[in-house]
């Protein structure tokens, strides 16, 4: 039947009949030679095909996402096993792996957050306890140190167990760390029995010793020492006191020379940042002497832009002692201050152990 309408064709008919047959049967000969070989495409194709569907089975696993465990870590330092036990699959473990590989590691919390099988519930869950350091700041001197855990808020209980526990505050969170001296063994040993915090790997990091705020052993604070003069103190003699370090310090003895010398311990209370428990030790361990004398100003001689710049003073009240010192003339005593319409006995309690008439 088929050669018969084959004859019936035109010659250049039957010619296309041929050379499609033919056509036919390289291709078949090619298939059959080549069946067990990959081709080009799919070396192309699968490896595109596997990336999607391991997107898609990421995507699918996520969308329950819940960590079996949650530590701080370094991305860059936790092994296999510590990635699963953050709540990734095996299959997401080696991708992240092979991310990390290909950008040099993580050098950010969005490098983290930027590979494929890290979803936002994945990253938002996981993103305080990520711990990278910043490896490009400017870090004029440098410490040695072990990160121990971070708090949203200041952590005194552990001064006991740690003589060189330190600080550091970035964004409002405090990030503890330990000098290197102490092994990782002894650190987790001595944590494991006071709190259940989960320690990432002990490792020592080189660290900016400017952002450093050293915390005072409390098993030292606990021994009773003599009060100081409050007006004589030194940083360090702050910084005995349980949460008061370098920045406090440093504050309180700005604030007493801006002041001329504290006259009363409520002056304390004054001071930017101190808690009532620390002001409470404060009152406690320090003293004003009874022959400390105050750097005073003198009213007769002073400048309106100079008396201003004393706490208790503002350009008011400053401008009000000067006119009338230049109406009618220089005080007799301290007291005739009361005779401007500024001066109150509030204010005048407060303002007039730093002024003098000679």
Known sequence: MFLNDFFQFTSSQRRGVVVLLIVLGVLGVFYLINSNSVSKFDLIIHPFLNEKSDSIQSSKDTSHFEANTLFYFNPNLISKDEWVRLGFSTKQVKTILKYKEKI?????????????????????????????????????????AIFLFQSDTPVYKYNKEFANLSFIKKEGVFQYYIEKGSSDSIIKAKFSTLDSIVFPKAEILSLNCNEFNVIINSNAK?????????????????????????????????????????????????????????LKQLKENFYISDSFFVDKLNVNLISIDSLKKHPYINWNLANAIVSYRNQHGAYDSIVKIKSTHLVNDEIYRKIAPYLTTR
């Open 104 to 144: 040099g590691g993580f050098k950010s919390k969005l490098d983290v957050k930027n590979c494929y099988v890290v979803s936002d519930q994945m990253y938002r869950l996981l993103s305080p306890y990520i711990l990278i350091i910043d490896k490009d700041s400017n870090i004029q001197k440098l410490c040695n």
């Open 222 to 278: 606990e021994l009773s020492f003599s009060p100081i003069e409050l007006n004589s103190a030194s940083q360090l003699d702050f910084q005995k006191i349980s949460g008061i370090g370098p920045v406090l310090s440093k504050r309180i003895i700005n604030y007493k020379n801006n002041l001329g010398g504290f006259v009363r311990l409520n002056q304390l209370d004054e001071v930017y940042g101190l808690e009532k428990s620390v």
